[in-house]
């Protein structure tokens, strides 16, 4: 399959959350997790997409290791979020909007790129971004 079609998933999944971010996580093309943010309904400023499904696939696996899989995200990860892929060993990051996209429609980031933090990192990770950009950026709308 194509990042598209998952990356559709994920825009599906943005749109039950607190702020319009979804990520799904897949192995060999199969989605294994998907979730959305939940900031406001946990009271919890880590519940970013990323790190939901990332804890809600770690809890299911009962195992930290996410080495294998690929997390697709409609917006790039924040440094938490790229660093959360780090610690769990993700192997692909691929996104659709870009932080400086992201800031371009009024969004509050933090200017540090994910591919910033990766190459700082101690993991080689593949990173894709702008998939369906335009579609992820019109949840902003």
């Not at 990520?23 to 309904?41: C, D, G, L, P």
């Not at 009024?106 to 540090?112: E, G």
Request: hydrophobic share 40%; aromatic share 6%; net charge negative.
């Amino acid at each position: 399959m194509q990042p598209e079609y998952f990356m559709r998933l994920a825009l599906e999944e943005a749109q039950k959350g607190d702020a319009p971010y979804g990520a799904v996580i897949v192995k060999n093309q199969e989605v294994v997790a998907v979730a959305h943010n939940t900031v406001n309904r946990d009271s919890d400023p880590s519940a970013h997409a990323e790190i939901n499904v990332i804890r809600s696939l770690t809890a299911k696996l009962k195992s930290p290791s996410l080495v294998g899989y690929t997390i697709y995200t409609t917006g790039e990860p924040c440094p938490m979020c790229a660093t959360a892929c780090v610690w769990a060993g993700i192997s692909e990051i691929v996104y659709g909007a870009s932080i400086q996209d992201l800031v371009s429609v009024n969004q509050s980031q933090i200017l540090i790129s994910c591919e910033e933090v990766i190459t700082q990192s101690f993991r080689n990770i593949k990173i894709t971004g702008g998939i369906l950009k335009h579609e992820c950026l019109a949840l902003f709308n």
